[in-house]
């Protein structure tokens, strides 16, 4: 059974700094391409940060230049350190992995349970 588990989620100032952790755990035999999502209420699931399996990162738009995504040499436990939060910062975030348990399974995506980021004075 493979899970992801966030944490390092909080309640911070605007300008305030996070650092989120995703630790997966289970039977993984490879990893593909990792990612943190964030969900704010009443607004879609959007894609914040990736990091490929050969550690090409990718930020969106509203984050560059503030975020930045990466993994332990394990690969396996990603983070994502936030700097510079500004309240519409404010938001669920999930981590996601593609991985595939066993050399001859497919890759599928499995999620996080979210852990609550909250930027406000």
């Not at 995703?22 to 035999?29: V, Y």
């Not at 890759?107 to 930027?119: A, E, K, L």
Request: proline share 3%; glycine share 10%.
């Amino acid at each position: 059974q493979v899970q992801l588990t966030e944490s390092g989620g909080g309640s911070v100032q605007p300008g305030g700094s996070l650092r989120l952790s995703c630790a997966t755990s289970g039977r993984i035999f490879s990893f593909n391409t990792m990612g943190w999502y964030r969900q704010a209420p009443g607004k879609q699931r959007e894609l914040v940060a990736s990091i490929t399996r050969f550690g090409t990162t990718d930020y969106a738009d509203p984050v560059k230049g503030r975020f930045t995504i990466s993994r332990d040499n394990a690969k396996t436990t990603m983070f994502l350190q936030m700097n510079s939060l500004k309240p519409e910062d404010t938001a669920v975030y999930y981590c996601k992995a593609a991985l595939r348990s066993s050399y001859y399974s497919d890759y599928s995506d499995y999620w996080g349970q979210g852990t609550q980021v909250t930027v406000s004075s």
